[in-house]
């Protein structure tokens, strides 16, 4: 997903409004902000609160909960908070590279397809911040998603 459009204010004000579609919304908008350092330390001060009006909030989701995608976000936002290492260390199967190149944090150094097919087997990728290499495999259930294994 690329970074969302939505203002800090928007996804604090989703995320406190015990409306489920809103929290689903406003977390994946906060994953979406992964790689972006000053906009997620711009909610840390907000984090107690986030829990406690999420806290028994039902996210729904028949085959993947939905509520994965609140527990990502508290990650994200705890890890920046407490930030030791690069934020890469952050992705994983919602994690589009083809998006996080468009925004300038890793560079696609080649995709490689499945037997002569037009369906992508996997990405090599580099970060741009601390040049950590990754093989990124692309894959598809329910939903299309990404397995992200450190390459160096």
């Given at each position: ?144 998603w990404w397995n992200w294994i450190i390459a160096n």
């Open positions: 997903m690329s970074q969302t459009r939505k203002s800090t204010k928007e996804l604090i004000e989703d995320m406190l409004s015990e409306d489920a579609q809103r929290i689903w919304s406003a977390s994946c908008g906060i994953i979406s902000l992964g790689q972006n350092h000053e906009r997620i330390m711009e909610l840390v001060p907000y984090l107690t609160q986030m829990k406690s009006k999420t806290n028994n909030i039902e996210l729904g989701g028949l085959i993947h909960p939905n509520s994965r995608f609140l527990k990502k976000a508290f990650e994200v936002i705890e890890w920046h908070s407490n930030g030791v290492g690069c934020s890469c260390s952050l992705l994983g199967e919602d994690s589009n590279p083809r998006h996080l190149e468009e925004d300038g944090y890793i560079t696609i150094t080649d995709t490689v397809y499945m037997n002569n097919s037009n369906y992508i087997d996997y990405y090599l990728a580099i970060c741009q911040n601390c040049q950590t290499q990754y093989k990124i495999e692309e894959r598809e259930y329910h939903s299309l």
